[in-house]
C-alpha cells in the first residue's frame, strides 16, 4: 500500500477546511432567504470565471512555487480549494435546476452553503496568488 505523499495530504486538508466552513456556515445561511434559480445559475457563472482566473494564475505560478521546500503541500491545497470549487459550480448548477423544478427540502442549505464557501475561498486562492511572487522570484535570488 503506497503512502500518502505531502500533495495528497494538502489536497485532503483543503477539502476538509472546505466542509468544516460549510457545516459552520449552514446555520447563517439557514437565515437568509433561499436564493433563486436564477441567483445560482449566475452564482456558477462566477464560479466558472474564478475557474479560469485560477489555471491562469497556477501555471504561471507552479514555475515559481516548485523551488518551495512546502512546494508538494502547498500545490496540493491549492488543488483541493480549486476542486472544491469547481463542485461548488457543479453543485450551483444542480440547486437550480432542483429549484426551478419547483422543489425544496434541507440538503438545499447544505448546498447553497458548500457553494457559497468553496466559491469564496476558490476567490480568496485567485486574489492571493499574485501576492505570492513576491516569495518566489523567478530568477531564483533571495526574495529579501
Given amino acids: 500500500m ?35 434559480a436564477d441567483l445560482l ?7 466558472t470565471g474564478l475557474l479560469l482566473a485560477y489555471v491562469i494564475e497556477i501555471s504561471w505560478l507552479t514555475a515559481r512555487m516548485s523551488r518551495a521546500p512546502d512546494y508538494e ?11 472544491g470549487g469547481l463542485l461548488g459550480v457543479v453543485i450551483a448548477l444542480l440547486l ?24 469564496a475561498f476558490l476567490g480568496g486562492i485567485v486574489i492571493i496568488q499574485p501576492l505570492l511572487v513576491h516569495e518566489w522570484p523567478e530568477d531564483g535570488s533571495d526574495s529579501s
Avoid at 6 to 30: H, N, P, Q
Fill in 41 to 47: 445559475k449566475d452564482i456558477a457563472s462566477l464560479g
Fill in 73 to 83: 503541500r502547498r500545490l496540493g491545497a491549492f488543488v483541493g480549494i480549486a476542486a
Fill in 96 to 119: 437550480a435546476a432542483h429549484r426551478a423544478a419547483g422543489h425544496s427540502n434541507p440538503l438545499d442549505t447544505i448546498g447553497v452553503s458548500f457553494v457559497a464557501v468553496s466559491l
Fill in 2 to 36: 503506497r503512502k500518502i505523499g505531502e500533495r495528497e495530504k494538502g489536497v485532503l486538508e483543503a477539502l476538509l477546511v472546505l466542509v468544516t466552513c460549510t457545516a459552520a456556515s449552514a446555520l447563517a445561511i439557514r437565515l437568509a432567504p433561499y436564493p433563486s
